[in-house]
């Protein structure tokens, strides 16, 4: 114990709180302080001590101060929360804790599904009945009814269900029924697409368990599927396949033999539908094009989905076909569900402590971070704390994430720390909690959904962050249950259709009547030679495109790093986003471990090798970069209050050129500044939007550096127009990036991915209510530092280490915009300085 209470010697627990105080309380009494900011936390104690001494700390604590600023709730306030509820010792604990600002407690319930026919009374073949109610199931509910009826009948059908609600049954059985009416024996006629090998392999057993009862083969066909078994598939094809779109993508322009099975194929089911969405949806859409091209039959297609908000719409968009909606309720069960604001310690401690708790009372909990950084980090912190914790995220290899699932399920581990990788129906066995940073929440709901699935009561923690939309959840917390995630894909991303255009000539030569569509792009291939006429039908030039094939992924566009260490490939990262990250010494994290990039080689090869660090080494890094913009095309243009804004197709111009050193465990979002010998340049186009903000006059005349004070509120009205827009775009800010243009009052907001993903689009659509919650989070955060702070116009993304901020100047900025201010898109001059 380092520390002890001057008052009763337990031990003293000294935090930063998010504006860079830092608190000290006694984990036993009531006595509190604040303090000011020091790295040094024996100085912290002193200093702490001498109060004490002199009599400023008050054996009560600080709580009365900290109510009055909005820093932590009333224990009045707090009991006019729960109201009428009444959560159990841990939940009130952590209510009453006064060591966070609790935004919002109620007990999520769920009420009784409403029940469909008996099993008996479906008109199912009989070997199918007798099966259901050999697995437990003696009625069905509604939304199986209704599915099942609908699916039988032909319809395509999108079927929205939470978590463990029966959702996969409500797609199977009539499969099933299907399959013993119409399959001709010797082909393949359902294809279950899953968007991971990891959750086609965990639902396997359960579709394999049904079908083989009625006399239904299934077997599955992926990546790991041993060449034995891909000989007994060709030779002998089940009724139902089990597959993923990188599978079907890949087959179909090999023209394998087992692409040719596909070609009998008579219904596609699509599960998690909702994850195909930005460059990955798009890139869908077009395969699903390509094997309805070459089926015999007409495809019926059922999808289905734990959230998705306008899922008949998505799917029309995604599968160009109409479809039926039809939803379900969850299981019964009750989970008390609390938002926490850390004012005064970082989003990741509460975290950590929340996990420290409830794992304490042996409750198996999973932590869902929104990077793989975060759990990361967060995975490293609970170890110290002794938490029996493990990483599960995209990234590391499969066996290792397989492990850490059955270690979980079989009770050999406390914890997951987690990325969006498990808000999939992967079967982790038993989930008392589920602690989540903020997303959507549709998506919160779906992670909640994992907790308490034995009927047991669960335990649900939303941690809002250090960030713009958290600072405004606190304050209006019933927005957030509005504040819905939004599915989107862009078809018409040109490198997209450049690609898929060539695919589907692989797939098989294309008629000069069809595909009139894509014309323009056919044409553009024949001129370049990629594709060739040949017997009036147009095919490729494989010696030319084979390598541009091959290197293509259809989970991201562009070209990709791959990382070493040892001499052994431990993944790849896919430009830009890998020079920002595996720059010369930049600070990488893999599976709980930090390492340091010792050697990285682009761009005339594309290889990073890693080395390892000593576990104590005290930081990790943030990359420095510049961007210029040069609008292309102007697709639309649109006033939103008296702003113009436009939707183009955007040439970027990216350079990385050094990054910052930050400390381990500190959320700070500046360091210091350690330059690159060679910047690392990287350009590509991409669509985006463009607005021209209006002058902050008044706060300029009160200025002494005009200019500063000016580019510096367009840049953090840019920081959080994305940052604070986030939950009315459905979570998108992570898919964006952003740059003002100097004193032009120029702002860029455009998808990350090459091409564009669909993002900026969703930004574009709902541009006024972004616009309207971005003034509120700034004229909301109490802060009083001329720059503003990580709640309000910090971005943890930002390229320019959080310098070129002015708080007054974006507020001012965006209560014009919001008064109706009128602006019109101007040109670019060069030589304005690119704040990102």
């Not at 968007?195 to 992926?222: C, E, G, H």
């Not at 030569?509 to 595909?515: A, F, K, N, V």
């Not at 893999?590 to 761009?603: C, M, N, S, T």
Request: hydrophobic content about 35%.
């Amino acid at each position: 114990m380092k520390f002890s209470c001057p008052k009763c010697k337990s031990k003293i627990e000294i935090q930063k709180t998010f504006n860079k105080k830092m608190h000290v309380s006694c984990t036993n009494c009531n006595i509190e302080d604040i303090v000011e900011f020091s790295k040094n936390t024996d100085e912290v104690f002193l200093e702490f001590l001498s109060r004490f001494d002199q009599g400023f700390v008050s054996e009560d604590g600080i709580s009365t101060e900290l109510t009055d600023e909005g820093i932590v709730r009333s224990e009045y306030e707090i009991k006019k929360i729960i109201g009428s509820n009444r959560p159990d010792k841990i939940t009130r604990e952590i209510l009453l804790s006064k060591r966070d600002y609790i935004s919002e407690y109620k007990v999520l319930e769920n009420p009784e599904p409403k029940m469909g026919f008996k099993v008996e009374d479906s008109g199912l073949d009989e070997s199918i009945t007798d099966n259901i109610k050999k697995i437990g199931i003696k009625r069905f509910y509604k939304f199986q009814e209704d599915s099942i009826q609908e699916i039988v009948y032909g319809h395509n059908v999108v079927i929205e269900a939470p978590t463990a609600s029966g959702k996969t049954e409500a797609f199977l059985i009539p499969v099933l029924q299907k399959a013993k009416k119409e399959t001709d024996y010797g082909k393949v006629f359902a294809l279950f697409v899953y968007p991971t090998k990891a959750l086609a392999r965990d639902q396997y057993p359960k579709i394999l368990k049904l079908a083989q009862d009625s006399n239904i083969t299934v077997k599955i066909f992926d990546g790991d599927t041993k060449l034995e078994e891909r000989r007994e598939i060709i030779e002998e094809p089940p009724q139902i396949l089990i597959t993923n779109f990188d599978v079907i993508h890949y087959h179909l322009w090999h023209q394998t033999k087992f692409s040719s099975l596909l070609a009998f194929t008579k219904m596609l089911i699509v599960d998690e539908v909702h994850t195909y969405s930005g460059i990955f949806g798009s890139n869908v859409h077009y395969i699903i094009k390509r094997l309805k091209r070459i089926c015999n039959n007409k495809l019926q297609i059922v999808a289905a989905s734990a959230t998705l908000d306008d899922a008949k719409n998505f799917c029309e968009e995604l599968f160009d076909e109409k479809f039926q909606n039809i939803k379900g309720s969850g299981k019964k069960g009750k989970t008390d569900f609390v938002m926490i604001f850390p004012s005064l310690r970082t989003q990741r401690r509460v975290m950590v402590d929340l996990t420290k708790k409830l794992t304490e009372n042996k409750h198996k909990t999973m932590i869902f971070s929104n990077s793989h950084v975060n759990s990361e980090l967060l995975a490293i912190q609970a170890k110290r704390q002794k938490v029996n914790i493990k990483v599960h995220r995209a990234g590391l290899m499969a066996n290792y994430r397989s492990a850490v699932e059955k270690q979980f399920k079989d009770d050999k581990l406390d914890a997951i720390s987690c990325t969006p990788t498990l808000e999939l129906g992967i079967d982790v066995g038993n989930v008392d909690c589920v602690i989540s940073s903020t997303i959507p929440v549709n998506r919160l709901v779906q992670r909640i959904g994992r907790a308490a699935r034995k009927g047991q009561r669960g335990y649900a923690f939303l941690t809002l962050g250090n960030d713009p939309i958290s600072q405004y959840y606190k304050n209006h917390p019933d927005d957030y249950f509005e504040d819905i995630e939004k599915n989107y894909i862009d078809p018409k991303n040109p490198f997209v259709e450049e690609f898929q255009v060539l695919a589907m000539a692989c797939d098989r030569p294309i008629s000069r009547h069809e595909l009139k569509e894509h014309q323009g792009i056919i044409e553009e291939h024949i001129i370049r030679e990629n594709l060739v006429i040949s017997n009036n039908r147009i095919i490729p030039n494989w010696e030319k495109i084979r390598s541009l094939l091959q290197d293509y992924s259809i989970r991201g566009i562009g070209n990709s790093i791959d990382i070493f260490l040892g001499g052994k490939k431990l993944g790849d990262r896919i430009l830009p986003i890998a020079l920002e990250e595996l720059h010369k010494d930049a600070i990488y994290f893999l599976a709980g471990i930090r390492y340091k990039v010792k050697e990285f080689q682009y761009p005339e090869k594309r290889y990073a090798i890693l080395e390892k660090i000593p576990r104590d080494y005290p930081y990790y890094t943030k990359s420095l970069t510049e961007e210029w913009p040069t609008i292309e095309t102007i697709y639309e243009k649109r006033t939103a209050n008296g702003i113009e804004v436009v939707f183009c197709k955007l040439h970027i111009q990216k350079k990385v050129y050094g990054y910052v050193n930050i400390e381990l465990g500190q959320e700070v979002t500046q360091g210091e500044k350690i330059f690159l010998d060679t910047p690392l340049e990287y350009d590509f186009v991409t669509k985006g939007i463009v607005f021209h903000a209006p002058r902050p006059l008044k706060t300029i005349e009160e200025s002494e550096d005009e200019e500063y004070v000016e580019a510096s509120g367009y840049h953090a009205t840019e920081h959080v127009v994305i940052e604070g827009s986030n939950m009315i775009t459905g979570g998108v800010s992570q898919d964006l990036g952003g740059i003002s243009l100097g004193t032009s009052g120029l702002i860029f907001i455009y998808d990350g991915a090459v091409g564009g993903s669909g993002a900026s689009r969703a930004l574009f659509d709902r541009f006024e209510k972004a616009l309207e919650r971005s003034m509120f989070i700034v004229k909301e955060c109490p802060c009083k530092n001329e720059a503003g702070c990580p709640r309000c116009t910090f971005s943890y993304r930002c390229g320019n280490n959080n310098e070129f901020l002015h708080k007054c100047s974006s507020l001012e900025i965006l209560e014009r915009i919001n008064k109706g201010e009128k602006t019109e898109i101007i040109d670019a001059v060069e030589g304005d300085k690119p704040l990102v």
